[in-house]
């Protein structure tokens, strides 16, 4: 069936440091993929997005990269920031469908001074 | 701030009542989507709203139906609540005239459910 998973469900990095949060897919299907980003008492924010045809995109101090072959996505933050701390998701979408984003659990970053 | 707000932010019910749950969608956007999150888990798709008509449906049972306004806003409405719809219920929105394109979530309205 259908499902997006993360490995850990939460992350601790020191503020400036790098962070690495990693997702598995399990559909060959899917053709695209997002980052959101949820604080508390907050809707799902987007960060960054890849279609299957790239392997890697960056954006504003945020990289992701995409493995088809393992069916692994992954996001890179730079310099890790207090603002960082939250929730993300990572979700999967069938272009060829309707906009049914299918979303992991999550993975909470917790970002230490 | 995404443009897409919410109503109301909260709300309890008792199990067996019916709730209705509102989004105003951003400027130009012509499509609305629900998301059910419950706690400590990844939103989950209940249907979404194209040109006034559902467009795409997940793994919901038929007592969770929803309507799109001319003006593209939108509602959700739930019959015969239970204890396990409780949580936070998010609409997106986005514009299908432009391709696909990221959604834009509201705040979220929670809802419990004793």
């Known amino acids: 069936g259908e499902s997006v998973g993360l490995h850990l469900p939460t992350l601790s990095v020191q503020e400036g440091d790098n962070s690495i949060i990693n997702c598995a897919y399990s559909?060959?299907?899917?053709?695209?993929f997002i980052w959101y980003k949820q604080e508390s008492g907050k809707g799902p924010q987007f960060i960054i997005d890849?279609?299957?045809?790239?392997d890697k995109r960056q954006g504003q101090r945020v990289t992701v990269l995409l493995n088809k072959t393992v069916k692994h996505l992954s996001l890179q933050i730079a310099a890790t920031q207090p603002g960082d701390s939250a929730v993300y998701f990572c979700?999967?979408?069938?272009?060829?469908?309707?906009?049914?984003?299918?979303f992991g659990k999550g993975t909470r970053l917790h970002i230490l001074p | 701030e995404t443009g897409v707000t919410q109503s109301p932010t909260h709300l309890i019910k008792t199990r067996g009542q019916q709730v209705t749950l509102r989004c105003s969608s951003q400027?130009?956007?012509?499509?609305v989507s629900w998301y059910q999150q419950a706690l400590g888990q990844g939103p989950q798709f209940i249907f979404q709203y194209y040109r006034e008509e559902e467009n795409g449906r997940g793994n919901f049972p038929p007592r969770f139906s929803g309507l799109q306004f001319p003006n593209y806003s939108s509602e959700l409405n739930v019959n015969a609540l239970e204890l396990d719809d409780s949580a936070l219920y998010l609409c997106?929105?986005?514009?299908?005239?432009?391709?696909?394109?990221?959604?834009?979530f509201g705040p979220g309205t929670r809802l419990t459910v004793l």
């Open positions: 559909n060959s299907a899917s053709d695209y």
């Open positions: 979700a999967e979408n069938y272009m060829n469908r309707d906009d049914k984003i299918i």
């Open positions: 400027s130009g956007h012509n499509t």
């Open positions: 890849i279609r299957s045809n790239m």
């Open positions: 997106a929105s986005s514009s299908k005239r432009e391709g696909l394109n990221e959604q834009f």
